[in-house]
């Protein structure tokens, strides 16, 4: 079916060798090539980023199947594409800054707790990094968006699209303080459901808490360069490093598809690689 199109010997081998593995793939979970559904291609490709495959290995499979099934198609042996929704790794992305873990640790002390801007700080910062929340997403957050029973933060996406995000009891912890002991000193008796306010009793800016993620950062003496998104970046690289399932840690973070989560996979084993490079004798 590819002959007619060309392709070198290599690349036939190649695609051969992506059908055959994916074919015993589905072997094992009974299923077969012809009868796959759209949410069968995209477990196995989040199982090969998994397990090490790189953005342009899993696009070169997708290419494969995407022939393949085409063809089904044109021979009148199958009904749907289902390779036609799924979009293609996407290369070449640079690897998003992030912090080690001993960093996070190091960032998320040095508020001040007796300071009800501190601890308003300390509980901020602990949520964004229990929940790999994106900064406007955190300084938006409404009383009624949080379970405090159930631990979990109802966000509202982009693209309007929602999710439940577990807080964790540290962050919980955190959160329950602050808002026990400094929002209604901060809030002095105003009325509002936002969760962080600022002195002047308003919701806390995008800008303002990114001023105050940059003085923490130069109290902990991190020398990182930092974005607005570090620590949603830490959130998802530590996540993965300690071996959370790719397709859970892009639920958390709200992305609408795989590809966009699997640059974190590069991240984590770049690490493991300056770790190698640095403690290995022969690195």
Request: charged share 25%; aromatic share 6%; with cysteine.
């Amino acid at each position: 079916m590819w002959m007619e199109r060309g392709l070198s010997q290599n690349t036939l081998d190649s695609y051969r060798s992506d059908l055959l593995a994916f074919s015993r793939w589905l072997a094992g979970q009974g299923l077969a090539l012809p009868a796959v559904a759209r949410e069968d291609i995209e477990r196995y490709l989040a199982c090969k980023l998994q397990s090490g495959a790189s953005a342009r290995s899993c696009a070169r499979l997708l290419s494969s199947l995407r022939s393949f099934y085409r063809y089904l198609l044109r021979e009148n042996r199958l009904e749907q594409d289902p390779t036609l929704e799924i979009d293609s790794p996407r290369l070449g992305r640079p690897l998003p800054k992030t912090l080690s873990e001993e960093d996070v640790e190091q960032l998320l002390g040095a508020p001040d707790l007796q300071d009800p801007i501190g601890l308003r700080d300390k509980a901020m910062l602990e949520l964004l990094y229990a929940c790999g929340l994106r900064v406007s997403e955190l300084v938006s957050l409404q009383l009624s968006q949080l379970n405090l029973n159930q631990g979990v933060i109802r966000i509202m996406g982009k693209g309007s699209k929602e999710r439940l995000v577990p807080m964790g009891e540290e962050a919980r912890d955190w959160l329950l303080r602050y808002l026990d002991e400094s929002r209604p000193e901060l809030a002095g008796g105003a009325q509002g459901d936002g969760v962080f306010l600022s002195r002047r009793r308003e919701v806390m800016t995008r800008q303002a808490f990114w001023y105050r993620i940059k003085h923490y950062a130069s109290q902990a003496a991190i020398r990182t360069a930092l974005s607005p998104h570090t620590l949603r970046h830490a959130f998802a690289t530590h996540l993965i490093n300690h071996g959370a399932d790719l397709r859970v840690v892009q639920l958390l973070l709200g992305h609408s598809d795989l590809s966009t989560t699997q640059i974190y996979t590069h991240v984590a084993r770049a690490r493991l690689q300056d770790l190698h490079a640095e403690h290995h004798p022969r690195g």
